[in-house]
């Protein structure tokens, strides 16, 4: 495999979109970079560079992921990331009405919000 982390950093644009990467670089700071070279390395240069899954499949289990587990503050971000991942809206509906059936209402409740606002916000930044 090619330098984890620069491919990590190619998946990651490819995902989040160069604004949002740009943004992230700098904002980095000596204290965080550390937790950075982790995330590039192993979420994105590792799990998300895997291509047994499609990255539509990836995305809907990232998405339901964050909702289970009450990570609220990562939906948006993901959620952005589905016009890059082929993931519609009607998979995000799906992901989150399986949130709430497996996880909690509440949880699926949130996601779903968020969601909402998410891609209302996508859809004017057209």
Request: no cysteine; aromatic share 6%.
């Amino acid at each position: 495999m090619a330098n984890r982390y620069e491919t990590g950093m190619q998946v990651r644009r490819q995902v989040l979109g160069d604004a949002h990467v740009d943004r992230a670089e700098a904002a980095k700071t000596d204290f965080d970079q550390p937790f950075q070279t982790l995330i590039t390395e192993g979420a994105w240069g590792t799990v998300w560079a895997d291509d047994t899954i499609s990255r539509r499949e990836r995305s809907m289990l990232t998405l339901a992921l964050l909702a289970a587990t009450g990570n609220f503050e990562e939906i948006p971000m993901h959620v952005r990331a589905t016009a890059n991942t082929g993931a519609s809206e009607d998979d995000i509906m799906q992901v989150f009405l399986h949130v709430a059936i497996y996880a909690g209402v509440p949880k699926a409740n949130h996601a779903i919000k968020l969601a909402r606002t998410t891609l209302a916000e996508m859809k004017t930044d057209d």
